[in-house]
């Protein structure tokens, strides 16, 4: 084989080896977020047409149970309804991130889920319950739900509706870098959160570095507000 044979074949590899690497930094750079947008605008779709069916309107709070009403057997208050595997429950927003930033809030934490918008991880409370609700979104690809994850600050608002409340959070110090086997960043009482006993808690979670899984960045924030829906938007979507 000549020398320019040889010249001719490596040129050409690396013209080959070049492409694939330019088509592979399109398909993660855009395709993964054009393949996001319509899917999270199908969640966010299926969300509406839920909450469409039903009145909204605030739910009554539970009475105390009482002593007699123990004694007498009353029919306790029915468990709700269990999210579905993989399916939108709420929306969240994050004024932090800029004007329009809402992603749709599915149960499980899996892969697929998470091309879908945001992940919440099964085992861990609903809005506003006592408790620590979880919830995981990309870094990067699938849209960048929180490629801005670092610029989270204490006092941020996080809003949370399931279609009948408001719930507001605020984030209570900046992220928390971790590893990913660290689960209990989202124990009921997150550990390393400086939270000193049971509350209503929120944790965020994501990949760290931007481009890379082997840490987590991690976000607590505890329950500042509930109101109805029917009110319409909280105060803090401007603070």
């Known amino acids: 084989m000549s020398v320019r044979l040889i010249v001719r074949t490596f040129s050409e590899l690396c013209i080959t080896i070049g492409a694939l690497i330019v088509l592979f930094v399109v398909y993660v750079l855009f395709w993964t977020g054009v393949k996001a947008a319509g899917a999270t605008e199908g969640q966010i779709d299926d969300l509406q047409r839920q909450w469409a069916r039903g009145?909204?309107?605030?739910?009554?709070?539970?009475?105390?149970?009482?002593?007699?009403?123990?004694?007498?057997?009353?029919?306790?208050?029915?468990?709700?309804?269990?999210?579905?595997?993989?399916?939108?429950?709420?929306m969240l927003y994050i004024p932090r991130f800029g004007k329009g930033w809402d992603w749709p809030i599915l149960e499980n934490t899996e892969v697929k889920t998470l091309q879908k918008g945001l992940g919440h991880y099964r085992g861990t409370a609903r809005p506003g319950a006592t408790?620590?609700?979880?919830?995981?979104?990309?870094?990067?690809?699938?849209?960048?739900?929180?490629?801005?994850?670092?610029?989270?600050?204490?006092?941020?608002?996080?809003?949370?509706t399931d279609g009948t409340t408001w719930f507001t959070?605020?984030?209570?110090?900046?992220?928390?870098?971790?590893?990913?086997?660290?689960?209990?960043?989202?124990?009921?009482?997150?550990?390393?959160?400086?939270?000193?006993?049971?509350?209503?808690?929120?944790?965020?979670?994501?990949?760290?570095?931007?481009?890379?899984?082997?840490?987590?960045?991690?976000?607590?924030?505890?329950?500042?507000a509930t109101q109805p829906v029917t009110d319409g938007r909280p105060a803090a979507f401007h603070s």
């Open 55 to 90: 009145a909204i309107s605030a739910p009554a709070p539970a009475p105390a149970p009482s002593a007699s009403a123990s004694a007498s057997g009353a029919p306790k208050t029915p468990a709700p309804k269990a999210y579905r595997d993989g399916k939108p429950f709420a």
């Open 131 to 160: 408790g620590n609700f979880a919830v995981a979104g990309h870094r990067r690809t699938y849209g960048d739900p929180f490629k801005d994850f670092p610029k989270l600050r204490p006092g941020d608002p996080v809003l949370v």
């Open 169 to 224: 959070y605020r984030i209570d110090k900046k992220p928390y870098r971790t590893v990913p086997s660290d689960i209990g960043v989202i124990d009921p009482v997150p550990r390393k959160s400086g939270f000193d006993g049971p509350g209503r808690y929120l944790t965020l979670t994501t990949c760290d570095p931007e481009w890379g899984s082997s840490h987590r960045l991690i976000a607590w924030a505890h329950l500042d």
